[in-house]
Structures are given as structure tokens and as C-alpha cells.
């Protein structure tokens, strides 16, 4: 089935530092991934939708300048959390549609843990 | 909009008991549905889906029924183990609107031996 990997799966950064993180869509292409974060206990919150070939679409509340988004190419996109502070310690997941089965099921990497010190 | 309701947890269950968890949802279409499944420090997996109305899903020994007069995708397992232990997810996903999900907020599920 098709599968989303998510690197690194953990990182630990200095505040004021920033980090990068990738997702990739290995045996299919992804013309759309979603960018969530996860508060502990939380719901997901969507970030924001990665489309490749043009600019992010970012849901209300979240900074685009703090949270750059680049889908460079069908399998690759990248979030990158500018200047990093303690608040943004926390678990981002990436996800891609299925666009070529009728349910678009959505398929998720593994999960990203951010942590800044 | 659209928007799905998902039963507060946490849950505690001893090994062997029964298991439902509610779910309701609102759209506006004729939405998929969906249980996901997140174990600690993963990401989320796909559990079992519904694409129309009563439909069942069903993986791993989880069933959930699509109800469209209720409304309602409840997940139901007959005999719990403590490898279900984890954070459920049901979620809805609308044909034609770029597959965007709605999910809930997510229940946790303890099983205890």
C-alpha cells in the first residue's frame, strides 16, 4: 500500500535555531500533503495544505513565516519552523491523499517530535 | 460545516471486555468514513474504513457500521488486549473537497490486564 515516510522522527533543537522536516510519499505521487500538529493528549490541528507547485494554503491562526512550507516536487514536501522557541515543541505528522482510490484515503508518516530547548 | 464528535475519553478496559466507542458526524454530502489508530509515539494508521451507508468496516477484530440515519460510525471491539491500547481517531472525508479530513478529537483506550 502506498506509504508517507516523515525525517527526522525526533529532533531536539536550541532555541532560536531552525529545523527542517521532510515528508515523502515513496511508491506514489502527492500532488497535496497535509501538515498537522499534535498537542499531548490533543487532537490534530491542521497546519496547513502543502500543494505542490504552488504556494501553501494555511489555516487561520497559524504563522506563515514561522512555519515555511515547500512542496518542491510530486513526492516531496518540506515544513520548516523558523527561529524556534519552546512553544513549538510538539509532534508534527504529515499526510497524503490517495487521489487514485474512490475513499481518498489519507496515509500518514510516522511523525515528527520537535523539541526546543 | 462539516464536522465529526467523537466520544471523550480516556477509556480504561480490562483485557478481554468489550469496547465501543461513539462517533457522530455532520456534512453536508456523502462523506467516507474512517477510524485511525495512533500508538504511542507513532503516527496514525488506518484501522478500518466506510465509504457509503452501512457499510461496515472491520479490521484486527474492529467493526464500525456506516448509519446514515444516525448519523453515527460507532467502533465497536468484542474482546479487548492490552496491545489495543492506543488513541483512536474517527474522521470523515467529503468527495470533491481536495480530501480534506475532519477528525475528532480522539479517544484513549488503556487496556489493562
Known amino acids: 500500500g502506498a506509504v508517507v515516510s516523515q525525517h527526522p522522527s525526533r529532533v531536539i533543537c536550541k532555541s532560536g535555531t531552525s529545523v527542517k522536516i521532510e515528508c515523502r510519499s515513496l511508491d506514489f505521487q502527492a500532488t497535496t500533503m497535509f501538515w498537522y500538529r499534535q498537542f499531548p493528549k490533543k487532537s490534530l490541528m491542521l497546519m496547513a495544505t502543502s500543494n505542490e507547485g504552488s504556494k501553501a494554503t494555511y489555516e487561520q491562526g497559524v504563522e506563515k513565516d514561522k512555519f515555511l512550507i515547500n512542496h518542491a516536487s510530486l513526492t516531496l514536501s518540506t515544513l520548516t519552523v523558523t527561529s524556534a522557541h519552546p512553544e513549538d515543541s510538539s509532534f508534527y505528522i504529515c499526510?497524503?491523499?490517495?487521489?487514485?482510490?474512490?475513499?481518498?484515503?489519507?496515509?500518514f508518516g510516522e511523525g515528527s517530535r520537535l523539541t526546543v530547548l | 460545516g462539516d464536522s465529526v464528535t467523537q466520544m471523550e475519553g480516556p477509556v480504561t478496559l480490562s483485557e478481554e471486555a468489550f469496547l465501543t466507542i461513539n462517533c457522530t458526524y455532520t456534512?453536508?454530502?456523502?462523506?467516507?468514513l474512517f477510524w485511525y489508530v495512533q500508538y504511542p509515539g507513532e503516527g496514525l494508521q488506518l484501522l478500518l474504513k466506510?465509504?457509503?451507508?452501512?457499510d461496515k468496516g472491520s479490521n484486527k477484530g474492529f467493526e464500525a457500521t456506516y448509519r446514515k440515519e444516525t448519523t453515527s460510525f460507532h467502533l465497536e471491539k468484542g474482546s479487548v488486549q492490552v496491545s489495543d491500547s492506543a488513541v483512536y481517531f474517527c474522521a470523515l472525508s467529503e468527495r470533491g473537497t481536495g480530501n480534506q479530513f475532519y477528525f475528532g478529537t480522539g479517544t484513549s483506550l488503556t487496556v489493562i490486564p
Open positions: 466506510a465509504t457509503k451507508a452501512d
Open positions: 456534512a453536508t454530502g456523502y462523506p467516507s
Open positions: 499526510s497524503a491523499p490517495n487521489l487514485a482510490g474512490a475513499t481518498g484515503e489519507l496515509f
